[in-house]
């Protein structure tokens, strides 16, 4: 099964830009893996920021947003915000599986 | 908005079998293009993936569990059903379905299951 690796952890200060990715094991990322990300604060379930690569829920701060970037899957947020602080994972759909990065713990400081 | 939510015990011993149900509001079950995915967390670690069912009656599973593990629907009921057989510690997890159709993933609030003796 394919592992799907994302940073460990990530500081950054209020009001700067910062990107994750989320790589794959089996080589570059593509649309065809309809890669999610989703915000997780502790205590909480999940919440999804972005599916399909860039399309983003409702409820999505618009300082978020996807793409592909050098083969992987990336979040990119324009301006943390100290309630940025969370673990954020990517999902990634394979033929048959679907697997979830190994999380990315953001500290806004 | 879709909504969905998680129930069944939350206690299970070693060597059963866990049987989760996962309500999903009314309506969503009657697109044609709607997928639904259990998902676990156990304590302090990472999110992981243990299957979809699709609208079109496919299911995937993560490969290290499909031996132990149903994923089914029932559409007249709303419901999205779990069971995982022969638990053990490794188990214990907060226990999640999600579903999406027509663009995005809505979560439920998850489910905490412990398995102990």
């Known amino acids: 099964q394919a592992v799907v690796t994302q940073e460990p952890s990530v500081t950054v200060s209020p009001g700067v830009t910062v990107t994750l990715t989320c790589a794959s094991s089996?080589?570059?990322?593509?649309?065809?893996?309809?890669p999610y990300w989703f915000q997780q604060k502790p205590g909480q379930a999940p919440t999804t920021l972005i599916y399909?690569?860039?399309n983003k829920h409702s409820w999505t701060p618009a300082r978020f947003s996807g793409s592909l970037l050098g083969g992987k899957a990336a979040l990119t947020l324009s301006g943390a915000q100290p309630e940025d602080e969370a673990e954020y994972y990517c999902?990634?759909?394979?033929?048959?599986?679907?697997?979830f990065g190994t999380g990315t713990r953001v500290t806004v400081l | 908005q879709l909504q969905l939510q998680e129930s069944g015990p939350g206690l299970v011993k070693p060597s059963e079998t866990l049987s989760l149900t996962c309500t999903v509001s009314?309506?969503?079950?009657?697109?044609?293009?709607?997928?639904l995915l259990w998902i676990r967390q156990p304590p302090g670690e990472g999110l992981e993936w243990i299957g979809t069912?699709?609208?079109?009656?496919?299911?995937h599973y993560k490969p290290s569990l499909k031996s132990r593990v149903t994923i089914s629907v029932d559409t007249s009921k709303n419901q999205l059903s779990l069971k995982l057989s022969s638990v053990t510690a490794a188990d214990t997890a907060v226990y999640y379905c999600?579903?999406?159709?027509?663009?995005?993933?809505?979560w439920g609030q998850g489910t905490l299951v412990t398995v102990s003796s």
């Open positions: 999600a579903g999406g159709g027509g663009g995005g993933l809505y």
């Open positions: 009314g309506g969503f079950m009657s697109r044609s293009d709607y997928y």
């Open positions: 069912t699709y609208y079109s009656g496919s299911t």
């Open positions: 089996t080589g570059a990322v593509t649309s065809g893996h309809y």
């Open positions: 399909d690569t860039s």
């Open positions: 999902l990634l759909f394979y033929s048959g599986t679907s697997v």
